[in-house]
């Protein structure tokens, strides 16, 4: 075991907390592009309106408690040591894989049972994502701060496009297999953080506040959750953003959250030390995150979609392969992020990270640029290397835009710091899913209904059946393209099928006919989609070039005599749970 102040040491912090974010994220994207195998394997059909309340909970759950509690489990860090709360994330996320995978039930019972446990797994995820860019802060002097943040930052978001192949993957052999493979890694790496890891930062006694973290949890849970539900038809809508509990959760929600800053702001010692803002780095840094989460996190699903349901069926894979050739065709998006990640903390580390990490998103709103040119039936080469341009903007961004967030705050406050930034990013993702959503979905309510039934009335389908499924909701049909499903067969039944000429038949059955039906009206709403990533942007390079006082931390020493620190420090003393050595 080695000592905090080892010259090796902050080599091994670095790798476990690597180990536990990548498999986090991983965690998140491998249920993702399983869920066709996981709901064939508890015998549920996602498309029946009843159960669409389960695929979106399976979808969004897991990201929606990381975003609701990174910052109530970074503060507790800060009062009661990082690793300690690190180290009991790792041991719940193991023992729930373990659980995920005995799911003994099916139909609905099977999906509770997967959503309940996810989301408890989602706590011990939330607790590796907490406190993990704060250890390494600890572990490591300013001067390779950026280097060590890029390492883990990229792995954790590369490890999200990773779960894609993997889940692709596995889910060709069983279902379960996808929460199998965590067990293994779980149990050595909670093993090698109880052994080796150490509380090296300063930590302070305080007491919990209670009314920030209810109102906070609260607030939060319903402003997402309402923004799940708000994709989901309503009352003949195709949106549900006129149902009385949507309105009453998003409402209801902001007033909870403004409470909740009223709270923090006269607190004595707040889980969310609102002075922190007053830092301009730390505040832009922050709005830098979430807008290129926003922009960032619809992205994988629209791919998704674009691939399953449209490309891949054309080039002639069937529909069930397409979830494994999904995650292989997005590979390139991964290697830019591995390639670029680790290279911008390296360089931010000599020439700065604000150029850096500007930089990254100028170059994620060129890559959106160039995909608005893409063709529904495009050239995968031209595909490929938007994609892998894309992945170079976010590894440039992601370094630097942390270690900017993290070297603006006092060291007795990274665990809560750390617990923000992931905060405002697991945020964005869920706030992204649900805008990109609907902005697809108004897109496809344009034009599918027409193009639908055309179609299929081309083909022999009586007029009065074309239009009955042409009026159902597009949000089904764009699940159905995200799930890798072709629904024709489904919606029209086997009378209407048995009753139509073999070659038709065949015709509205095969490969191509839904993704030639739908191509068009897809990408109408991707353009609006990738006009307001582009917008997002550009919008977080401008913030991430705004410029904050300097902060003592290449001395990496607590400095009480900082005007920060003195705004936020409370009134006991400081008590470094392990002296901090000089690195």
């Avoid at 009991?88 to 995978?101: P, Q």
């Avoid at 989301?119 to 001067?143: C, E, H, K, Y």
């Avoid at 800053?261 to 840094?285: D, Y």
């Avoid at 989460?293 to 529909?319: N, S, V």
């Amino acid at each position: 075991m080695l000592s905090v102040d080892h010259p090796r040491y902050k080599w091994v912090a670095l790798s476990n907390t690597t180990l536990g974010t990548l498999l986090a994220t991983i965690n998140a994207s491998i249920v993702l592009i399983s869920l066709p195998a996981i709901f064939k394997g508890i015998d549920l059909n996602p498309l029946t309106p009843g159960n669409v309340s389960y695929l979106l909970w399976m979808l969004m759950g897991y990201m929606l408690v990381t975003a609701v509690l990174v910052v109530t489990l970074g503060r507790l860090g800060d009062m009661y040591g990082r690793v300690r709360i690190y180290n009991a994330g790792f041991a719940i996320f193991t023992l729930t894989s373990i659980v995920l995978s005995l799911d003994p039930f099916d139909g609905s019972g099977g999906a509770l049972w997967l959503i309940g446990w996810r989301v408890v797994q989602a706590i011990g995820g939330a607790m590796l994502m907490a406190n993990s860019a704060a250890i390494i802060t600890d572990a490591f002097p300013a001067r390779q701060r950026g280097m060590a943040l890029g390492v883990n930052i990229v792995s954790a978001l590369a490890g999200s496009f990773i779960g894609l192949v993997a889940g692709g993957v596995l889910a060709e052999w069983d279902w379960r297999s996808v929460f199998w493979v965590n067990i293994p890694l779980g149990i050595l790496g909670t093993v090698w953080a109880y052994r080796s890891l150490h509380d090296s930062g300063v930590r302070r006694k305080a007491k919990i506040d209670w009314w920030g973290n209810l109102t906070f949890a609260v607030g939060l849970t319903a402003v997402l959750a309402a923004i799940t539900y708000g994709i989901q038809p309503y009352g003949g809508h195709t949106m549900g953003w006129t149902n009385p509990w949507v309105l009453t959760g998003l409402i209801g929600g902001v007033v909870i959250l403004v409470l909740f800053g009223v709270i923090e702001a006269r607190a004595a010692e707040p889980m969310f030390p609102l002075a922190l803002f007053r830092n301009a780095a730390f505040t832009s840094g922050n709005a830098a995150s979430l807008l290129a989460a926003i922009a960032r996190g619809g992205l994988q699903f629209m791919l998704i979609i674009w691939l399953q349901g449209i490309w891949l069926p054309l080039h002639g894979y069937d529909y069930e392969s397409t979830p494994l050739w999904a995650g292989i065709y997005l590979l390139p998006l991964t290697i830019g992020f591995l390639i670029a990640g680790p290279l911008s903390g390296w360089l931010s580390d000599r020439f700065g990270s604000r150029p850096f990490a500007a930089g990254g998103l100028l170059v994620m709103a060129a890559s959106f640029a160039g995909l608005l040119l893409v063709p529904g039936d495009f050239s995968y080469p031209v595909f490929a290397i938007l994609i892998f341009v894309n992945g170079v903007g976010g590894g440039l961004f992601s370094a630097p835009n942390t270690s900017l967030v993290m070297s603006s705050v006092p060291a007795n406050m990274r665990g809560a710091a750390s617990g923000m930034r992931a905060t405002f990013m697991n945020a964005g993702q869920v706030l992204s899913i649900g805008v990109f959503f609907s902005l697809m979905v108004a897109g496809l309510a344009d034009h599918l209904p027409g193009t639908l039934s055309a179609g299929l009335t081309a083909q022999g389908v009586p007029a009065a059946t074309a239009g009955q499924v042409a009026g159902l909701p597009p949000v089904g049909t764009l699940f159905a393209a995200f799930l890798g499903y072709n629904p024709i067969a489904e919606l029209l039944g086997p009378q209407v099928l048995g009753a139509l000429p073999p070659g038709n038949a065949a015709v509205l059955t095969g490969l191509s006919f839904f993704p030639r039906l739908i191509a068009g009206p897809f990408h109408d709403g991707l353009v609006i989609v990738f006009w307001m990533a582009i917008g997002l942007g550009v919008l977080g390079a401008l913030a991430s070039l705004v410029r904050g006082p300097r902060t003592p931390e290449a001395t990496d020493e607590v400095t009480a005599e900082t005007k920060l620190e003195a705004e936020i420090a409370e009134a006991q003393p400081l008590t470094p749970a392990t002296p901090v050595a000089e690195r």
